[in-house]
Every structure is written in C-alpha cells, then in structure tokens.
C-alpha cells in the first residue's frame, strides 16, 4: 500500500518552545491530509484538514493558533505545535489520502512530550 | 457526542476462535465504514472497510458485517492468531464530509495462544 511518513518519530522539548512534525506521502499525491491527537486509552481525534494550497479547517475546540498546520505541496503537511506546554504531550498521527482514491493512509505518528 | 462508538474496551479469544469486535454509529449520513488495527506508538493500518450499499464484505480472516437498519457493524477474524493481539478501530466517514473520518474508542483485542 501507499507510505505515508511523519518525522520525528519522537521528540522531547522544553516548554514555551515551539516544535514542527512533517507528514509527507511517500509515493502519491494528496490534495487533503488529516491531523489527528490521541490521549492515551482514546480514540484518535481528528484536529484539522490540511488542504493542498489553501487554509488548513480546523475542528471545534482546536485552537488554530497554537497548532499551525501548512500543506506547502501535494506531498507534504506539517504540524507546528507552537508555545508547547506540558498539556500538549500527546501522539500525533496524520493521514492521507491519494487523489482519486477511497483508502486513507496513516504515518506512524509522532510521539511528543513537553517538560 | 461520539458518533462512532465500541462498547467493548477489550476482548480476549483463544487461539483459533472466532474473535468479534462490535462498532456502533450514531450518525445516518455516515456511508463507508472502515476498521484499523493499531499497535501502540504507530499509525493505524487500514484492514478492511465496506460501502453502505453492501451488508458484507470479505478479506481472507477478515469480514466485516453491516446491518445499517441497527446502525451496527461489526469485524469478525476467523480464525484468531496472537498476532493479531491489537486495538482495533472502528471508523466511518460520508460522501461530501471533506472525506473526514470518524473515529470509534477502540476494542483492544487479545488473542491468547
């Protein structure tokens, strides 16, 4: 199936300091990504749609300026967790899905944690 | 208000038997149902899904059963292997909906050898 990467993996930082995740679709293009945050022991919670070349639309309660999202290409969203703090430190799991096609893709997910 | 629910938080099977895993949804406009296993610390991977013009839909061990006048699926793995020891998720999405998908809370399944 497709690939769909997300870098890093894992990342630990400082509160205050802000910190970018990419999700990038390996081999095919995606005109909308999805940003999802899971707590643990809960289901994935769907943050924001990331459309290719426009702004990204966020779900209710998701504050936009704290959780920047670009989608610069049809290969490539980032995350920007802006002004970390410890409440942030959560997995972040993005998505995609290929033009044309049903079947949405999952990167691996970023596991962050904010001291 | 979660549309997409999984009553069961965790389900254990022996080896070798029929593992069922239940999903219901709340939300009539929902039109494709998809269900994801996922290990800890890594993206979900996609299993199976079905269109609401259909009631079942195969894939090897895998099936997945729709009966939308309940508003009920559920995934059945036949037979049941340790590796399949996960948390399975079950997921809806609607024509027109920006093609987002809705997540269920999750059924951490364990296979027992």
Known sequence: GAVVSQHPSWVICKSGTSVKIECRSLDFQATTMFWYRQFPKQSLMLMATSNEGSKATYEQGVEKDKFLINHASLTLSTLTVTSAHPEDSSFYICSAREIGVGELFFGEGSRLTVL | ?113
């Open chain 2, 1 to 113: 208000d979660q549309q997409v629910k999984q009553n069961s938080p965790s389900l254990s099977v022996q080896e070798g038997r029929i593992s069922i895993l239940n999903c219901d949804y709340t939300n009539s406009m929902f039109d494709y149902f998809l269900w994801y296993k996922k290990y800890p610390a890594e993206g979900p991977t996609f299993l199976i899904s079905i269109s609401s013009i259909k009631d079942k839909n195969e894939d090897g061990r895998f099936t997945v059963f729709l009966n939308k006048s309940a508003k009920h699926l559920s995934l059945h793995i036949v037979p049941s292997q340790p590796g399949d020891s996960a948390v399975y998720f079950c997921a809806a999405t609607y024509s027109g909906g920006y093609q987002k998908v809705t997540f269920g809370t999750g059924t951490k399944l364990q296979v027992i050898p």
